[in-house]
T-cell receptor, first 117, second 113 residues
Framework: AQTVTQSQPEMSVQDAETVTLSCTYDTSENNYYLFWYKQPPSRQMILVIRQEAYKQQNATENRFSVNFQKAAKSFSLKISDSQLGDTAMYFCAFMKPTENQGGKLIFGQGTELSVKP | GAVVSQHPSRVICKSGTSVKIECRSLDFQATTMFWYRQFPKQSLMLMATSNEGSKATYEQGVEKDKFLINHASLTLSTLTVTSAHPEDSSFYIC?????????FGQGTRLTVV
């Protein structure tokens, strides 16, 4: 069974600084997807970034980037130029491809990020 | 991104009554939807996988008779909490599976009094 571990329950960062959230996972699959989701106080789940395991290049979305280390089964999220609106709970998640009984997301425990002015 | 609408956003019901939560994919057909439960400050726990036209698949420890799931069309899945009790109070979230990712509803905060 797949597991996802986020070892940082809480983190804080100053406005405009950079912060990195950690995530490790365990799987015997070779092909899969990894995600970072943001859940602000509204509790709406928002996709931050997605990484396909077969791609060596790290995904980037504006101020958000990942460091994907497949052999180490590590998938960290870097937020650059942090903004107050980045304050939220962040979840790392694993998903098998849809053609392989995929679709259901296995979530980490979450990291509560606070951006301070 | 795709839109998934979940209704109601909040519901308060009396102990012993049943509550139905709807999850609709508004701009795509979703053969598979998922129902999650989330306690405060905790992660999302998968309750069941809902497949259009077939029986739902429940995760271990989830009571099938308490949490009834129906996926009668490609755009609608419903979760009915039957004979609700205060311990069923929680935040329930649905998601619909797209080609490469899942799209989430806004969630439903259920309070059983």
């Amino acid at each position: 069974a797949q597991t996802v571990t986020q070892s940082q329950p809480e983190m804080s960062v100053q406005d405009a600084e950079t912060v990195t959230l950690s995530c490790t996972y365990d799987t015997s699959e070779n092909n899969y997807y990894l995600f970072w989701y943001k859940q602000p106080p509204s509790r709406q789940m928002i996709l931050v970034i997605r990484q396909e395991a077969y791609k060596q290049q790290n995904a980037t979305e504006n101020r958000f980037s990942v460091n994907f280390q497949k052999a180490a089964k590590s998938f960290s999220l870097k937020i650059s130029d942090s903004q107050l609106g980045d304050t939220a709970m962040y979840f790392c998640a694993f998903m098998k491809p849809t053609e392989n009984q995929g679709g259901k997301l296995i979530f980490g425990q979450g990291t509560e990020l606070s951006v301070k002015p | 991104g795709a839109v998934v609408s979940q209704h109601p956003s909040r519901v308060i019901c009396k102990s012993g009554t049943s509550v139905k939560i709807e999850c609709r994919s508004l701009d795509f057909q979703a053969t598979t939807m998922f129902w999650y439960r989330q306690f405060p400050k905790q992660s999302l726990m998968l309750m069941a996988t809902s497949n259009e036209g077939s029986k739902a698949t429940y995760e271990q420890g989830v009571e099938k008779d308490k949490f009834l799931i129906n996926h009668a069309s490609l755009t609608l899945s419903t979760l009915t909490v039957t004979s609700a009790h205060p311990e069923d109070s929680s935040f329930y979230i649905c998601s619909a599976l797209g080609a490469y990712e899942a799209f989430f509803g806004q969630g439903t905060r259920l309070t059983v009094v």
